[in-house]
T-cell receptor, first 115, second 117 residues
Framework: AQTVTQSQPEMSVQEAETVTLSCTYDTSESDYYLFWYKQPPSRQMILVIR??????QNATENRFSVNFQKAAKSFSLKISDSQLGDAAMYFCAYRTNNAGNMLTFGGGTRLMVKP | GAVVSQHPSRVICKSGTSVKIECRSL??????MFWYRQFPKQSLMLMAT?????????EQGVEKDKFLINHASLTLSTLTVTSAHPEDSSFYIC?????????????FGDGTRLSIL
């Protein structure tokens, strides 16, 4: 079974600065998907960014980018120019490429943004 | 974009009551929907995979007689918490993946906060 680990329960960053959230995973598969989801206090699950394992290029979405290291099974999220609205829980998630489409979530990292 | 509607958003009821939560995909069809449970300050834990036209697949440790799942159509899945007790109080979230091109991301409902008195 796949596992996803987020080793940082909490992180804080100064507004306008950059922060990196860590995520590692364990799998025996070679083809899969990785995601970062944001959950603000409203508890909505918002997709931030996704990465296909077969792609070597790191995904980027505006201020959000990932550092995907397939051999190391690492998938960190970098938030540049942090904004107050970035404060939320962030969950790393793994999805198998097999039938089912189920997601396995990490334990989450609470990001605080200081003004 | 794809929208998943989850209803109700908040339920407060007495112990022993059965509670039904609906998950609807509003502008797409989904053969598979997922039900998650989230305790305060914790991650989402998959409870079951809801399959249209067939029985749900439950994760280990989830009582299928306690958490009844029905996936009657390609746009609706329901989770019924039967004879709910205070320990069932939690935040429940559904998600669905659209039919069509493979490997599309899951779309989440806004969740249901269940409080059993």
């Amino acid at each position: 079974a796949q596992t996803v680990t987020q080793s940082q329960p909490e992180m804080s960053v100064q507004e306008a600065e950059t922060v990196t959230l860590s995520c590692t995973y364990d799998t025996s598969e070679s083809d899969y998907y990785l995601f970062w989801y944001k959950q603000p206090p409203s508890r909505q699950m918002i997709l931030v960014i996704r990465q296909e394992a077969y792609k070597q290029q790191n995904a980027t979405e505006n201020r959000f980018s990932v550092n995907f290291q397939k051999a190391a099974k690492s998938f960190s999220l970098k938030i540049s120019d942090s904004q107050l609205g970035d404060a939320a829980m962030y969950f790393c998630a793994y999805r198998t490429n097999n039938a089912g489409n189920m997601l396995t979530f990490g334990g989450g990292t609470r990001l605080m943004v200081k003004p | 974009g794809a929208v998943v509607s989850q209803h109700p958003s908040r339920v407060i009821c007495k112990s022993g009551t059965s509670v039904k939560i609906e998950c609807r995909s509003l502008d797409f069809q989904a053969t598979t929907m997922f039900w998650y449970r989230q305790f305060p300050k914790q991650s989402l834990m998959l409870m079951a995979t809801s399959n249209e036209g067939s029985k749900a697949t439950y994760e280990q440790g989830v009582e299928k007689d306690k958490f009844l799942i029905n996936h009657a159509s390609l746009t609706l899945s329901t989770l019924t918490v039967t004879s709910a007790h205070p320990e069932d109080s939690s935040f429940y979230i559904c998600s669905a993946t659209p039919l069509g091109p493979p490997h599309q991301p899951q779309h989440f409902g806004d969740g249901t906060r269940l409080s059993i008195l």
